[in-house]
């Protein structure tokens, strides 16, 4: 049975939009992460709307016959402009279409989710939310890196390390506390511009951290090592986005919990301890 309602373009009451968009969380990468509702709805849908974090596991889920349109969004590779995206999904909804918008892990987490909501909302445009797996849930677990543990962090802190203007404006007194876990989604170009604050706001150099490139997939590859060392690591691996970067004592966990790699058989892991 279909999840969408049985409302088809012309049907729809006099002003009210015919079409529906459904924001939708496609998880961090393993397509056996997605929901059953996502899954649903990706299988029934009329056109769908995905990004470049959505990968060829989960494509191949879409329905045969519905319209894929790629809005990409790359760090300084934008194959769409957000407010183009909006309009879009608008125009869409607005031709009576059941609009599926797939993100890669969960749409309101640094998934600009709550952007294109306020302009359907603006527009009249009826939508659902169908929450995902996030990154640092996903790539925690498939780590054996709990994010918080009694003996280690009682708090976890997601933040973002996207610079803007080369510089990056966070609370680094706040995120250099002990106890805690702190998980920083898009920070793989400031890696050394955030080990340095953090050491200088007061972070043990010695802190365990890890980087953690295509968490969930296949081609995971999982770096450990102390906070000071961490930059050079990555550099000299030459990790590439997408990459999650943790930084807590439980990072030092994976060493004992890693369980992905054989399960997986061809995960490929460069483990590095200082
Ligand atoms: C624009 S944010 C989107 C986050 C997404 N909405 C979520 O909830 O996971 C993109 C960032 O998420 C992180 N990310 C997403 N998928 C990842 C993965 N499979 N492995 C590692 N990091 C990932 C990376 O830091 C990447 O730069």
């Known amino acids: 049975m279909s999840p969408f309602p049985p409302v088809r373009a012309g049907q729809g009451q006099a002003g009210q939009c015919p079409g529906k968009v459904f924001l939708v969380g496609a998880g961090p990468g393993d397509p056996d992460l997605l929901t059953v509702r996502a899954a649903r709805l990706l299988g029934s849908a009329d056109v769908i709307v995905y990004d470049h974090l959505v990968g060829t596991g989960i494509v191949a889920l879409f329905a045969k016959d519905a319209e894929r349109i790629y809005a990409g969004k790359q760090n300084r590779r934008h194959t769409m402009a957000q407010g183009d995206i909006n309009d879009l999904l608008v125009r869409l909804a607005k031709q009576g279409r059941n609009v599926v918008r797939l993100k890669g892990g969960d749409p309101f987490i640094f998934g600009r989710g709550g952007e294109e909501l306020e302009t359907l909302a603006a527009h009249g445009v009826p939508f659902e939310v169908v929450p995902g797996v996030t990154a640092a849930s996903g790539v925690s677990c498939y780590t054996g890196i709990p994010l918080t543990h009694r003996d280690y962090a009682q708090s976890c802190i997601f933040t973002t390390g996207h610079l803007k203007d080369g510089t990056l404006d966070l609370d680094w007194d706040m995120l250099a506390r002990p106890r805690q876990t702190v998980v920083i989604y898009m920070g793989l170009n400031a890696l050394p511009e955030i080990a340095r604050q953090l050491i200088a706001h007061g972070q043990s150099r010695d802190i365990p951290a890890a980087v953690v490139e295509k968490g969930t997939t296949a081609q995971q590859r999982v770096v450990t090592g102390t906070l000071t060392a961490m930059p050079d690591l990555v550099a000299a691996l030459g990790l590439?986005?997408?990459?999650?970067?943790?930084?807590?004592?439980?990072?030092?966990?994976?060493?004992?919990?890693?369980?992905?790699?054989?399960?997986a058989g061809n995960v490929e892991t460069a483990e590095v301890f200082c």
Do not use: D, M, Y
């Open 240 to 263: 590439q986005s997408p990459c999650l970067i943790i930084i807590g004592e439980v990072t030092a966990l994976h060493r004992k919990l890693q369980w992905f790699n054989t399960v």
